[in-house]
């Protein structure tokens, strides 16, 4: 896909879920042990749960399951689930699946100090108005990420720092689902207003400054400014921002 059309497309899907997946929790409540979702790019229901996870402010590990690949044979051959995402937190002895169930364990056990606006659908007209708008979303995709397709297997996951509605990191995590790659995913959503806008482009006249003690300035003491998606794969030692670069090193050194 031609990159300008991928992050416009992009873009229309993040406008459609009325850039649900932006805004996160200042404080985070990390559990020792890493969450981990099976999901599928493009669908509606997996989306849900990202979103979710972005707001607050939780890392997870995301084991892709495309239609047609090996991860979804194992999954259900492991969990005798059929039903995409499905979430594992070993913290808690945990395994459920579905947007509903899943977005309601998030909440019980790791809602943080400071909860962002309205981050679940309190009654049906809510829940419907989010299948609806997450199916759009995925329609504007033409349905990018949703099929496996022939990949390298990666021994160590890859790590990338991203949030859910970022039009830059949506074609990323759509190809790491094509291939089939586990991640890492760091979700460093935003926090306050000067965090809005474009790396190179924020919403305020001062120097850029991210929140104190928190993912975003750890990563701004690392790198200088905060970008995403950004990938390091520790299988190659390769690290890289640029959203057309991370797609172009990802389909030479996986696909096949
Ligand atoms: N040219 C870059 C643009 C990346 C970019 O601007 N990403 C936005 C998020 S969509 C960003 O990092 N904004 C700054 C921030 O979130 O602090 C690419 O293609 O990856």
């Known amino acids: 896909m031609n990159h300008i059309f991928n992050i416009s497309t992009s873009l229309l899907?993040?406008?459609?879920?009325?850039?649900?997946?932006?805004?996160?929790?200042?404080?985070?409540?990390?559990?020792?042990?890493?969450?981990?979702?099976?999901d599928r790019e493009g669908d509606s229901d997996c989306r849900l749960v990202r979103e979710v996870l972005t707001e607050l402010?939780?890392?997870?590990?995301?084991?892709?399951c495309p239609v047609g690949g090996k991860n979804l044979e194992q999954l259900q051959k492991q969990f005798n689930l059929r039903q995409l995402p499905?979430?594992?937190d070993n913290n808690h002895q945990v395994v459920c699946s579905g947007s509903?169930?899943?977005?309601?364990?998030?909440?019980k056990h790791y809602q943080a100090s400071r909860q962002p606006n309205k981050l679940l659908s309190s009654n049906q007209f809510s829940a419907l108005k989010d299948g609806v708008t997450s199916k759009l979303a995925s329609c504007i995709r033409l349905g990018a990420g949703t099929k496996a397709r022939k990949s390298r297997q990666a021994d160590l996951p890859l790590i990338l720092y991203s949030f859910e509605s970022s039009p830059y990191a949506r074609p990323v995590r759509e190809k790491l689902c094509e291939l089939e790659?586990?991640?890492?995913?760091i979700n460093i959503g935003k926090q306050q207003i000067a965090d809005m806008g474009p790396a190179k482009m924020r919403w305020t006249l001062k120097p850029y400054q991210p929140l104190p003690n928190t993912k975003r300035d750890e990563f701004y003491q690392q790198y200088g400014n905060v970008q995403v998606p950004y990938l390091m794969d520790p299988n190659t030692k390769a690290a890289m921002f640029e959203s057309e670069a991370i797609l172009c090193y990802l389909e030479s050194t996986y696909a096949l």
């Open 57 to 64: 402010n939780l890392d997870v590990i995301i084991t892709p």
């Open 86 to 88: 499905i979430f594992v």
């Open 181 to 185: 790659l586990t991640y890492i995913l």
């Open 13 to 38: 899907a993040s406008t459609y879920r009325f850039w649900r997946g932006t805004v996160a929790s200042k404080t985070v409540n990390q559990p020792e042990d890493t969450l981990i979702l099976f």
């Open 100 to 107: 509903k169930a899943i977005c309601h364990h998030l909440f």
